[in-house]
């Protein structure tokens, strides 16, 4: 009996493993702990203790939209200065799968340092936490409140394209409202990028 | 009467920039990911339009995205410095092909080739025999396991010269293989809550690709098709807002072929038909 119940339970958490995975504003952020290039952990749940407010990229050193925001243009690097004094924490998670484009530890380090980035990288290789969030390109902004909710998620900005950073940055105006305890006007944007190389 | 005039163009574009990873990323022999022409035809008749085909060609296994909502990518963008008096209509896209890749990402994609049509109009008394020329910035996204962004300013010019019939026929089965409209009362639709149902008689198949501004899909991937002549989509919030269901309705008929045509249906709020 005790073994047939330990089958279930597994099947049960295999199912879940499986199942469509995603969030929408409004949810729970899912937490995770994810270890960053320099080999330090970061763990979602433990700034949100903090009573931080979290901003998650999902990232990747060689797709053209990343570099225009972090080596074309300073945006997510100039978005996070602005608001760590305010108590937002901002990561930048890598969900490739290892052997694929701008994935690894060390394509991952040396993006780092080329990029002058003032936020971590954390390496999440087997997608768990990129499925889990439903993180379908990069960038993908996510913003988690103090109180453990998604906020809003979509695109940096407003312009698609790979050249120059667009009008209106969405994270800014979402973490304004946030930060001044308003309801988030727009919470949700159609994100652009390119897609996250997930294992296959 | 209908003739053809070609351009004399810079075209063969190479595509890779490097944008992705750098040149040492690039597999060997992968010069090329994607070639651009264009060709033209028109008018039909006098004071009429001219039809310009942009010929995208692919090497294998890369894609270009389509128009509609992706979740990744950018689709072709043509941007035309026009000479006084002429306007240029909208790029007008063939139905595109689903590509599911890990992680539940969902894109519409061309591979192989995309020709994508625009009409411009002359100015009143332009004779095609004047000859005309102004330079045009084409915009894309390229991708295989890396996405490669490309873009060239070509000077299309429009030298009086006779028939063109590979032009003509690469214009014919272009137009041919565009979205068309339903009859009136077409499709049969209505809303259970935030449930889109939708019906096409004779279809042996259905598919609906949302187009950029359409509602948010619950589960894009596993309703956005299905065998026989019905289709149930989820739609959910989107800002507070559910549907409007906007796009592309692809029927695969009962002898096997595809027809793609125009859909827009208001969402739930404003109530069934």
Known sequence: MRHRNASIILLVLLLAGTALAGVVPGDKAPDFTLTDTAGETHTLSAYLAEGKTVVLEWFNPDCPFIKKHHQDHRTMDETAAAYKDQGVVWLAINSGAEGKQGAGLERNKKAFKDFKMSFPVLLDPDGTVGRAYGAKKTPHMFIVTREGAVAYMGAIDDDAGVQAPGKTNHVVAALDEILGGKPVTVSETESYGCSVKYAD | ?273
Not at chain 2, 58 to 64: E, G, P, Q, S, Y
Not at chain 2, 83 to 109: F, N, T, Y
Not at chain 2, 162 to 173: F, M, W, Y
Request: net charge negative; proline share 11%; aromatic share 8%.
């Open chain 2, 1 to 273: 009467m209908k003739y053809l005039i070609p351009f004399t163009l810079l075209a063969a574009v190479a595509a890779l920039i490097g944008g992705c990873g750098g040149s040492a990323e690039q597999p060997a022999g992968e010069a090329r990911a994607v070639t651009l022409d264009a060709l033209t035809a028109g008018p039909a008749q006098a004071g009429g339009p001219v039809t310009v085909a942009w010929r995208f060609t692919l090497a294998d296994d890369w894609h270009l995205y389509w128009t509609g909502r992706n979740d990744s990518g950018y689709p072709p963008s043509v941007a035309l410095e026009l000479p006084a008096g002429w306007s240029a209509g909208e790029l007008h896209w063939p139905p595109p092909e689903r590509l599911i890749m890990p992680g539940d990402i969902l894109d519409h994609v061309y591979h192989h080739e995309l020709v994508l049509l625009q009409e411009l109009a002359p100015p009143d008394g332009w004779d095609p025999g004047d000859g005309a020329g102004f330079p045009a910035t084409v915009r894309w996204l390229a991708c295989r396991e890396m996405c490669v962004p490309g873009d060239t300013t070509l000077t299309v010019a429009f030298p009086a010269a006779g028939p063109d019939p590979e032009s003509a026929k690469v214009i014919a089965a272009a137009r041919k293989s565009l979205p068309g409209t339903l009859p009136d009362g077409l499709p049969v639709w209505s809303w259970t809550g935030d449930t889109l149902h939708l019906h096409l008689p004779e279809s042996k198949r259905l598919a609906f690709y949302p187009d950029r501004d359409s509602g948010a899909l619950v589960d894009a991937i596993a309703e956005g098709e299905a065998e026989g002549d019905r289709l149930q989509l989820r739609f959910r919030p989107l800002n507070g807002v559910v549907g409007p269901a906007k796009g592309l309705l692809v029927q695969t008929a009962a002898d096997g072929t595809d027809r793609a045509y125009h859909v827009s249906l208001p969402g739930p709020a404003s109530g069934s038909p």
